[in-house]
């Protein structure tokens, strides 16, 4: 399975991709709780929306078809059942931690996409060889698709930030980012740098080389190559080696220099693959006497796993790509080609030649020598006798006059030392959310559990420089608990994630902080600093604050604290269709970041849209309480597209920010925080009223939408479909890949077929190539491709205009076509019957026209309509012509 991960991550590219985490923020060598700390806490169930579920519950459905792929899930709960958990090492852990202290040298993997990177090859690095490890994907993997929610582009990229994070915790390697925007697919390198800002995306490359200063590259794609893969991909190898050539010149981005210095890296390597020789066959034939070969089927015995198998357990982390993997036992070589500097004489060895020793850095040798000798006497049951030689290490790194290695190597020895002393600390809010210049109350828990003399001198709460001096004995397993009360700063900043704080343009965020730049994580600036003198060494240690709670069910649950606005406005439908002339209620719900809010709402709308009433007061007494108010919005006689925007005004200050949380089980609970807009569009459309039976596939926001142009859709589960059931609907549609993954879709196959012969309609939005669980889907002969149409702006050909579904009841031109976004549709049918009527056709510049986006047969007395078309990005984005054409195709039987 293993094996196959360049296979799926290629050929499926762009179904697939991305989600968000916290990893390096997460409190760490903590160690165990006690059950009656967790007592002080009230339970508090998560919510989780039901779409959730049924999309989990759908894609379980299709695994039983490879119950293989299920067995990560099974050994998940023992590694990995929390997300948002302090990591508590075992002594094998920490011994691994030591080694890795001891050793000096990096590598730096490069791609285009979360679910891109060989995971193999991280977790080789990383503990295998003990390298600094880290990989960066030029984006956050906002086009993609999201297999387990409702959430799509920066929603979605945030998921999979997280979810990179998450993957990183498991394979021991470092994660990082660019400003590039994953804006969907591109076929060629070429129109990627069209879009993506090429010199901003090389300066963040540079950046992280300069930053990372990392003795190896590796490329995960070949740079030679356009057009073979996603263009994104070809794009990140051809940056990567163009920020190879320039990055240690100090006239490339000089304004860098103030933070970082010019760094040379000494080789650059593509990680390829048989994937790139178009078959196994082909590669085992290939001559690779220019390649260098690494055996990473390495068993690790002191943890019980392959390198496979942990590679699995981080790539399953990609969940919502659906992406779980399971590992592989046994031999296994990864093959790397030179693209960059001097080859190496010993073709096993990459970094020959390269100090990986605390020679490397002056004052170094001593350090180095003393870890070694921590190394050769780490008593496993007795972790905390190494601390004697860890402080004095600790001090000397302390005295080094150097700023790359020295700070990386204070933070994993600082780690190190709390975990052998099985130091325990933390700072934990009463509640999850606060509001600026608003008062904390936090438990504080320092507790030391070995005979090692410890002090903890004071607590610092950062951003304000709160200090309170404890002057305390910290005895062996007696905990040091208190609670005291902090103030917020009234410019400490909301939490949200920093790279969509300013509107960014299709390919790049904008982020203004060169600081900032290529963080991989939203960025908090609560956090407590314990300083504790360990024998009389005086080491601080920072813990982010947090909020857990006991659920009766899950046990400790830990989540983020966050710092949310006084109050938050939320348009409840993102889009509004006006059909007709008539007014519509608009709901906004409001809600108080803190107790006693107080003040008016009202509605930004350009002024030929009339709204009664013009505002709204309300009084919110309780923090978390909810409102909804509705404004009755008119919109004006003709067709129109406009944002409409709620805001508050509490005593003269403006809000006008939505609130949203992503809860899943897998990542860090995340908080983002958008303008508070929605889209109204007045619409000249026209519609029937067909009742429509929806089956939802991966999931998607079509039902909505299709409830906006007043239909009335029934969610049908497959096991619902019944031959009396059906005859209450007029019109059956298929979400996006229902015949990916509902199994029970193919024995419901033959009911749907009649009811369509009967003289019903049938829609089937697109489905991908792999795993159909039917090859019966349609009436006829339908063979499903991987044609796409990328550019949601190339033109569109009518082949056949008189066809009523181009007529009736809505006139369909040019201009519907207009306005699309990110794509225009995929994995369009390449062979049909011919019953089937091809009606349109377009294409990407340069290829051949593609004709399979819109299919129609007459069946009996009904029609079978196969689209591939992305309703299911246009609809929710508000594109009105995709709005009229879905009429047209529900309406096709009159
Ligand atoms: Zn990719």
Known sequence: ?????????????KEN????????????????????????????????????????????IKMQKFYLILLPFLLLPAIQSHAQQPQKPTAVEIYQQIQKLNFLGSVLYIAAHPDDENTRLISYYANEKKYRTGYLSLTRGDGGQNLIGPELRELLGTIRTQELLEARKIDGGEQFFSRANDFGYSKTPAETLTIWDKQQVISDVIWQIRKFQPDVIINRFDHRSPGTTH??????????????????????????????????????????????????????????????????GVYYQSLGKSNQEIAALSRSRHQSQGFGSTGARGEDTEFLELIRGQSPADKNNIFEGIDTSWNRIEGGKVIGEILAQTQKSFDFNNPAASIPSLLKAYQLIELLNEDHWKPIKIAEIKKIIAACSGLYLEAVAQNQQATPNSKVRLEIEATNRSNVNMQLVSILFNPEHTTIDVGGLLKNNVPFNQNIQIDLPQTLKYTSPYWLDKAGTVGMYTVEDQLLRGVPDVQRE??????????????????????????????EVYHP???????????????????????????????????????????????????????????????????????????????????????????????????????????????????????????????????????????????????????????????????????????????????????????????????????KTMIVQYNTTDGLVTNQMAPYHLNISKDRVTEEHATVHFLLPDAAILNKPNKITAKDFEGWKQEQGLNYPNEWDKEFKAIISSNDEGETPKNGALLVADYGKGHYIYTGLSFFRELPEGVSGAYRLMANMISLKN
């Open 526 to 555: 609560l956090k407590a600093t314990f300083l504790i003198a360990i024998n009389n060494v005086k080491i601080p240690f920072e813990r982010y604050i947090v909020y857990k709670y006991n659920d009766g069910v899950k046990g």
């Open 231 to 296: 263009g994104h991909h070809t794009a990140s190898a051809m940056l990567s080696v163009e920020s190879f050539d320039q990055t240690n010149n100090p006239d490339i981005f000089p304004e860098q220099l103030k933070y970082v210095k010019p760094w040379q890296p000494k080789r650059m390597f593509f990680n390829t693959s048989w994937w790139f020789y178009g078959s196994k066959e082909k590669f085992d034939q290939a001559d690779k006497t220019n390649l260098f070969s690494l055996q990473t």
């Open 561 to 759: 604290f966050d710092i949310i606005p006084d109050v938050s406005a939320a348009i409840l439908n993102k889009v509004t269709i006006f059909n007709t002339g008539k007014s519509k209620l608009i709901g906004v719900k409001i809600k108080a970041g803190k107790d006693k809010v107080k003040g008016n709402i009202s509605l930004e709308l350009p002024e030929n849209w009339k709204i009664t009433p013009s505002s709204i007061a309300f009084d919110l007494l309780q923090k978390e309480s909810e409102q909804i108010v509705y404004f009755e919005v008119s919109p004006p006689s003709d067709a129109s597209e406009v944002n409409a925007k709620a805001v508050i005004t509490v005593d003269g200050k403006r809000f006008d920010k939505e609130q949203i949380n992503i809860t899943y089980e897998h990542i860090q609970r995340q908080q983002v925080l958008k303008s508070s807009e929605s889209r109204m569009i007045r619409l000249d459309i026209k519609t029937g009223n067909e009742r429509i039976a929806y089956i939802m596939g991966v999931g998607d926001e079509v039902p909505k939408s299709l409830t906006q142009m007043g239909y009335v859709v029934t969610l049908l589960k497959p096991e619902e479909i019944s031959k009396e059931r059906l005859q209450d609907f007029d019109v059956v549609m298929t979400g996006i890949r229902a015949y990916n993954v509902l199994q029970p879709l193919a024995l419901k196959q033959q009911l749907l077929l009649d009811f369509v012969k009967e003289g």
């Open 1 to 13: 399975m293993a094996k196959d991960i360049p296979a799926k991550a290629m050929a499926t590219e």
């Open 17 to 60: 991709i991305n989600l968000v985490s916290q990893n390096t923020k997460l409190p760490l060598g903590v160690f165990l709780v006690y059950g009656s700390l967790l007592n002080k806490f009230k339970s508090t169930p998560i919510f989780i929306l039901l779409s959730i579920f049924e999309a989990i519950a759908t894609k379980t």
